[in-house]
């Protein structure tokens, strides 16, 4: 049986609505791979957007979906699981509502303004046992399944520093919500913060067992001025007139650094309104080794610095590759090139497989609420002067002993 997908929010990243650059979106993504699920039923506020879907499902071969722009009518389409693909401010109140009535959700990433939202979920969870998985595709990459092996296995030794950044040159999707009704354009006016924490920390936070065994306990944020949309604006003829005079409260670069129990620091980096390139900037730095994704750099204690060869202090195909989980020593290129590089395709796969045989998914509630808190949190530490704001714990006291599953089964060496 195939597990029956109601997709909620088909713009960029649910449908590829509107992008130039190749993007096939979740739907693609789960188009291509549909071995397991077929998408049943699709909603979006907007009609055309709802069409372009429909029509990429039946050019598909597969049925025509029920379709509607209420949300709540896919609640009661019949569907096994639904997908929340929709601006930051609507993931909670949907998946709510979804909960409630015995679907399981999986919700797209992004952070919240609101506490009582994460413990609405957490309520919501521990009310009706529907399970909830956040969409956080990047503890499904590569690069992090790799660095998490190597301290799953020791070859880094105690952690006690990470860092990630979200640095992407967001500008033009943020503008252009004035044409496409993007949900960045209101954010980047309205608040100051870490807005965006999940794809650098979700990784991290797996990494360092938060939420089984450690947690986060405090959180600082320092952000820079605000000049970059506005410099961007006013050199561009399509956003001039219409945008000039907007004031944006949020600050270019925000940085934050999060305290955890166990005594380890993170340090993240939000960075997108201003030219640069790409970049998460993964590092783990341990006892016994660090690693860096930018570089790609594998550097390790014990290592001969006369007879090593500088290229072999890198994770390439060839040093370290022992260390990846099955899914990505299995990939196949067709599947990489399902979104992201692959990480979708197998944060999808583990999805529907979790959904279909009742598995417990690997970032569920209590993840998904003490990554997006940061999001508020670091609002009210820039707002009262960089003060360190306490993060509150989320599963009750029940992180001390609590047993979560890993994005993977990470392979054991012997070494
Ligand atoms: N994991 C990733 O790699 C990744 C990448 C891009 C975006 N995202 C996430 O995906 C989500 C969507 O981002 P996007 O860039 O596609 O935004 P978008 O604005 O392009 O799409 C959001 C869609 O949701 C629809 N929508 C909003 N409220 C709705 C409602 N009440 N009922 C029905 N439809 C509604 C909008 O009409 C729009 O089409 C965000 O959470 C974002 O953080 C994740």
Not at 329 to 340: D, V
Request: hydrophobic letters at 35%.
């Amino acid at each position: 049986m195939k597990v029956k997908l109601g997709f909620i929010g088909l713009g960029q990243r649910g449908a590829a609505f509107g992008m130039k650059d190749g993007s096939i979106g979740l739907l693609g993504n789960v188009l291509n791979n549909a071995k397991d699920c077929v998408v049943t039923a699709i909603c979006d506020k907007y009609q055309e957007r709802l069409d372009a879907a429909c029509k990429r499902i039946t050019d598909n071969g597969d049925p025509t979906p029920f379709m509607t722009t209420d949300y709540k009518q896919i609640l009661t389409a019949g569907v096994d699981a639904i997908i929340i693909s929709t601006s930051w401010d609507m993931h909670v109140k949907v998946a709510l509502e979804g909960m409630q009535v015995g679907i399981p959700v999986a919700m797209e990433v992004g952070g919240t303004h609101d506490l009582e939202d994460c413990w609405k979920l957490v309520d919501m969870y521990e009310k009706t046992g529907t399970p909830i998985f956040f969409m956080e595709n990047c503890c499904y990459n590569k690069d992090e399944a790799l660095v998490t092996s190597l301290v799953r296995n020791g070859v880094l030794g105690d952690i006690s520093f990470c860092q990630g950044y979200y640095c992407h040159d967001l500008r033009e999707e943020i503008c252009g919500g004035i044409d496409t009704h993007h949900y960045r354009l209101a954010e980047y006016t309205n608040y100051n913060c870490e807005n965006y924490p999940t794809h650098e920390l979700g990784p991290i936070a797996k990494l360092l067992h938060i939420t089984s065994g450690n947690r986060f306990t405090k959180v600082v944020s320092m952000a820079s001025k605000a000049q970059g949309l506005h410099h961007y604006i006013m050199n561009n003829p399509n956003y001039k007139d219409r945008l000039g005079d907007r004031v944006f409260k949020q600050g270019d670069v925000v940085t934050t650094m999060i305290e955890c129990e166990n005594g380890e620091t993170i340090f993240l980096k939000l960075d997108t309104t201003l030219p640069r390139l790409y970049e998460r900037g993964l590092t783990a730095s341990g006892t016994k080794g660090f690693y860096c994704q930018t570089t790609g750099a594998v550097v390790l204690d014990n290592i001969d610095h006369e007879s090593t060869k500088y290229s072999d202090m890198f994770f390439t195909d060839k040093n370290y590759s022992e260390y990846l989980p099955e899914e990505w020593r299995s990939i196949t290129p067709e599947q990489m090139k399902s979104g992201h590089g692959g990480m979708d395709f197998v944060m999808l796969k583990n999805f529907v497989d979790c959904v279909k045989n009742k598995k417990p998914f690997p970032i569920d509630v209590y993840d998904a609420v003490t990554w997006m808190c940061i999001t508020a949190l670091s609002e009210q530490s820039i707002a009262g002067g960089c003060i360190p704001v306490e993060c509150p714990d989320f599963t009750r006291g029940k992180y001390k002993t609590r047993k979560t599953v890993d994005t993977f089964n990470f392979p054991i060496i012997n070494k």
